[in-house]
């Protein structure tokens, strides 16, 4: 069992950055792809980007890439969200997920195990 525990959210201005961690357990963490997801009040929750095992490969949906940057730490078991340029169509619960088997994909049920998320709000 994975467990994920996300960090880093908070109040912003438009036009601000935040970086999100997700620290994870568990031995096999290097081996996960890892994605961050969002959800916003109301809708459904939407792709944000992931890496793979080995960070060689970065994948992000169009209304963030530019802006935010993925990266992990796999000595410290910990996977990174840097936001930039941050708009208020960026307020959402933030969700990091783990797919065991280091898939690189966008969609959200191919993962196994997901944190709490956390909460980022950007205001105009």
């Known amino acids: 069992q994975v467990q994920l525990v996300e960090s880093g959210g908070g109040l912003v201005q438009a036009g601000g950055s935040l970086r999100l961690s997700c620290a994870a357990s568990?031995?096999?963490?290097?081996?996960?792809?890892m994605g961050w997801f969002r959800q916003a009040p109301g809708k459904e929750r939407e792709f944000v980007g992931f890496i793979t095992w080995s960070g060689g490969m970065t994948y992000y949906a169009d209304s963030v890439k530019g802006r935010f940057t993925i990266s992990r730490d796999n000595a410290k078991n910990t996977v990174y969200l840097q936001m930039n340029s941050l708009k208020p169509e960026d307020t959402a619960v933030y969700y990091c997920?783990?797919?065991?088997?280091?898939?690189?994909?966008?969609?959200?049920?191919?993962?196994?195990?997901w944190g709490q998320g956390t909460q980022v709000t950007v205001s105009s």
């Open positions: 568990g031995r096999t963490f290097s081996r996960y792809t």
């Open positions: 997920a783990a797919d065991r088997y280091g898939s690189p994909t966008v969609l959200p049920n191919e993962y196994d195990y």
